[in-house]
């Protein structure tokens, strides 16, 4: 896991001569300079400042009168003032004036927004919300805090680490520094909820507003999408807001709370002693996270848990299908297909003669009561029984592939999105060389375009296609005119893939990163859903 930094500010209500204002108390803990800008809305005075300066590790405070009832914040990164004409200007979040103070001037998207309406109604209600309907450049959470227990929202995630090429904006190095929404980079009625889309009915999500939903499911991720956006606290409450980078290898859920544990030394007791409180406080399941040995003490660090459709192996919420199939026309396994209930393990021995193969996971599975058939919904072999015998997954099916015995007595091993992708798996080298793990750990399905989508019984995404499957194009399957690796790059929809799931082959040309090796004699254990 990687431990954020952060720009913190501060919303703190105070109660001054029968009036209620604000003081709004900002802390960078970016390793990065960040400037924060403010617009007020409604036609009301501006701030007293609508635009500073506030370096890594410093902090800052900003009054706001009873009569700032509306208003947005948000943060501008990678400013910089030319020293021919003194004009300032910002790669991410810039409000084109020329100079820090914004003076009225809204924020130029891509620029992750804070909106607050305070006192909002006859109930004396606030509100508030994070929205990514101008785009993004950087995450954010807002906390109220008080006596009401009021709810957080965030958008946590770093969404310009998926960001499609089409959405992207990039900095002077060519890294991503901030996504577009579709609306701006598209401008299409669809995706502005415009001319005959102009009405919640007729403008529903479309894939890109699913890609920012995805990453942060609490944030506003196109014009109608006030549902699960908007958040209300009695008015008096403070508002604690982040403004951070970080990296996560699981999903918030906007049900739970963010764990956090103070003063926690970073090694390797991290990880038990956050499952612990996950488990046992929280009562939700543990998707995992990556531990770098840095002996340091952090003030404080935050993991955010979330269910996923299923668990491991040893943890199984589900019956899950393992199946098998042989390459190169040697013979099958001895088995080729069985049945892995919740909780349970096993074992496979693999003869000195099983050169090459894949393995996957097939679910959904059910035997008809009339034919007697059996099928599954993601991973089906087509053979009617729970043996596949010799057949291949239908895709989407997330693969490990397996050559033993391999050139220069190495075993070689990948897991392969190339055919699409229906659950998370690991491959753990098992033995005395200290071979590398792989995996595709995450759950793909969540943030899988409409277009490549495989849905069950119940609407819900079961498998998420590749490209090449869903689509059919040369492009995307690396044939025709595309078909050398100097043809084919990764496309948008490849590195949606890869963004996730690293070192799984994400298209047919993805080796450099996705092929693994050790010393033949090792045994592998495989996990679905590590």
Not at 251 to 268: E, G, H, M
Not at 277 to 304: F, H, P
Request: proline residues 7%.
């Amino acid at each position: 896991m990687v431990f954020r930094t952060s720009l913190v500010l501060s919303l703190a209500a105070l109660l001054v001569a029968g009036a209620q204002s604000t003081t709004v108390f900002f802390t960078n803990k970016c390793s990065y300079t960040v400037w924060p800008a403010t617009l007020t809305g409604g036609g009301a005075p501006q701030l007293s400042t609508t635009g500073f300066e506030l370096p890594s590790g410093e902090s800052s405070t900003l009054e706001v009168p009873p009569n700032w009832t509306s208003g947005r914040i948000w943060g501008r990164t990678g400013c910089t003032t030319d020293s021919t004409t003194g004009k300032f200007s910002c790669l991410t979040g810039d409000c084109a004036s020329g100079q820090i103070e914004c003076n009225g001037a809204g924020g130029i998207p891509p620029a992750t927004l804070l909106e607050f309406t305070l006192n909002g109604n006859s109930n004396g209600v606030d509100f508030y919300d994070v929205s990514l309907v101008d785009g993004f450049n950087l995450p954010v959470s807002v906390q109220p805090l008080g006596n009401y227990s009021c709810n957080a929202t965030s958008c946590a995630g770093d969404v310009n680490g998926v960001c499609l090429p089409e959405l992207s904006v990039t900095g002077p190095d060519g890294s991503v520094v901030a996504c577009k929404s579709a609306c701006l980079a598209l401008n299409q009625p669809q995706y502005c909820c415009s001319g005959e889309y102009n009405a919640p009915e007729k403008c529903p999500p479309t894939g890109y507003s699913k890609l920012f939903k995805a990453q942060c499911p609490q944030a506003y991720s196109y014009a109608y999408d006030d549902g699960t956006s908007t958040f209300t606290c009695p008015t008096g409450d403070n508002y604690l807001i982040w403004l951070e980078r970080n990296r996560r290898i699981f999903r918030d859920s906007k049900s739970v709370p963010v764990v956090v544990t103070r003063n926690a030394l970073r090694a390797t007791i991290d990880w038990a002693t956050a499952h612990n409180k996950v488990s046992k406080e929280q009562g939700l399941q543990w998707l995992g996270e990556k531990m770098d040995m840095l002996q340091r003490t952090y003030r404080s660090m935050a993991q955010w848990p979330g269910p996923l459709r299923c668990a491991s192996v040893m943890r199984a919420l589900f019956v899950l299908l393992d199946s098998t199939l042989t390459g190169g026309g040697a013979p099958q396994l001895c088995t080729t297909g069985f049945e892995l209930p919740s909780g349970q393990s096993s074992t496979l021995e693999v003869p000195p003669n099983w050169t090459s193969g894949r393995m996957w996971g097939r679910t959904g599975c059910t035997t008809n009561s009339i034919t007697g058939k059996f099928s599954c919904i993601t991973g089906d072999c087509a053979s009617g029984q729970v043996e596949c015998s010799g057949a291949g997954a239908i895709p989407p099916a997330t693969l490990i592939e397996f050559t033993l015995s391999g050139s220069g007595g190495l075993d070689f091993y990948d897991v392969s999105l190339v055919d699409g992708f229906n659950l998370p798996v690991s491959v753990q080298p098992l033995g005395n060389h200290s071979c590398n793990a792989t995996s595709c750990a995450v759950n793909v399905n969540e943030a899988c375009p409409p277009e490549l989508a495989a849905t069950g019984i119940d609407g819900s995404v079961m498998g998420c296609k590749s490209a090449c499957l869903a689509l059919n194009q040369p492009q995307y399957c690396c044939s025709g005119d595309f078909n050398t690796p100097e043809k084919c790059p990764p496309t948008g929809y490849s590195k949606l893939f890869k963004d996730r799931c690293p070192q799984a082959y994400s298209y047919a040309y993805d080796d450099g990163t996705s092929t693994f090796t050790c010393p033949t004699g090792d045994n592998y254990l495989v996990t679905f859903c590590p």
